[in-house]
């Protein structure tokens, strides 16, 4: 590797040394601060506000998805140095809250992928929840950042790293925490909740039954195809 990430430690390699070590933090902090804070902020740009919603819900999604990857990248990176070197693994604060937070993004991740197929009623219970798990992933990994353990060598460096994101982190908190900076629901948005109830008062109509016997268990496969038409349209419109 060439560059200035090349002098920073000695490198980053993926053999079990030292320098595979490297990739910890920088995988970590690029996941589940820097992608994670701006997916949580996505929604609260103005200029997308008279832009379909949609488009945004997956690049939102995308970018949670990226964190997710990275920070078990991060994980598989020092999991990886500690058994080269027989390090016992969950021994710090640091890496017990780490772990605590990647687990928590997992749940946050299964939820928000299960939702859009759930019941209305389900997602609206779950909604809170969801907001408040998403901001706690952020707190927990500012906290893990904060008790990384470092070295004399490298401290002036760290702690400058280590300000510079604790300022991203009230910087994205300064924006979730104000109201007139939360997307307006439009008049589609509107007709989109409309929709989801229709969707869940056809989802109570049962399929009809023919009178005569079926053979070939016809209405068996109609109410399983109405049953997959109805959670397609929910993934649409959720």
Same mark, same amino acid.
């Given at each position: 590797?060439? =560059? ?5 430690? =000695? ?7 030292a &320098? ?18 701006i ?10 506000w ?14 949670m998805?990226?964190a ?12 990886d140095?500690?058994k %080269? ?23 946050? =991740?299964?939820a ?24 706690a992933?952020?707190?927990?990994s ?15 460096f760290?702690?400058?790293?280590g ?6 982190? &009230?910087?994205?908190?300064?924006? &979730?925490?104000?109201?007139?900076w ?6 589609g948005?509107?007709? %989109?909740v409309?929709?989801d109830?229709?969707?869940? *008062? ?10 005569t ?18 959670n397609?349209? *929910?993934? &649409?419109? =959720?």
């Open positions: 590797m060439t =560059g200035p990430l090349s002098q920073w430690r =000695g490198g980053f390699s993926w053999d079990g040394s &320098l595979q070590f490297n990739w910890h933090p920088v995988l970590m902090v690029s996941g589940l601060v820097v992608l994670y804070g997916a949580l902020v996505v929604y609260r740009v103005p200029s997308t008279k832009q379909k919603k949609h488009p945004w819900k997956l690049v939102h999604a995308g970018l998805l990226l997710l990857l990275l920070s078990i990248l991060g994980l598989c990176a020092v999991f140095f500690h %080269h070197f027989n390090l016992p693994d969950l021994y710090s604060l640091h890496s017990w809250v780490g772990i605590c937070t990647v687990a928590m993004f997992w749940i946050l =991740g299964l928000g992928f299960l939702v859009p197929c759930s019941p209305l009623w389900f997602r609206n219970t779950l909604k809170p929840v969801h907001i408040w798990l998403g901001k992933i952020l707190i927990l500012l906290i893990s950042l904060l008790n990384y353990p470092i070295g004399d060598k490298h401290t002036k760290a702690n400058s790293l300000i510079l994101i604790v300022a991203f982190g &009230l910087v994205v908190f300064g924006i &979730l925490s104000k109201n007139k939360q997307r307006p629901e439009t008049e948005e509107s007709v %989109h409309s929709m109830v229709m969707i869940e *008062v056809i989802a109570l109509l049962p399929a009809k039954q023919k009178k016997e079926c053979p070939f268990g016809l209405s068996d496969l109609r109410y399983g195809l109405h049953m997959v038409i109805k397609i349209l *929910v993934v &649409l419109m =959720g």
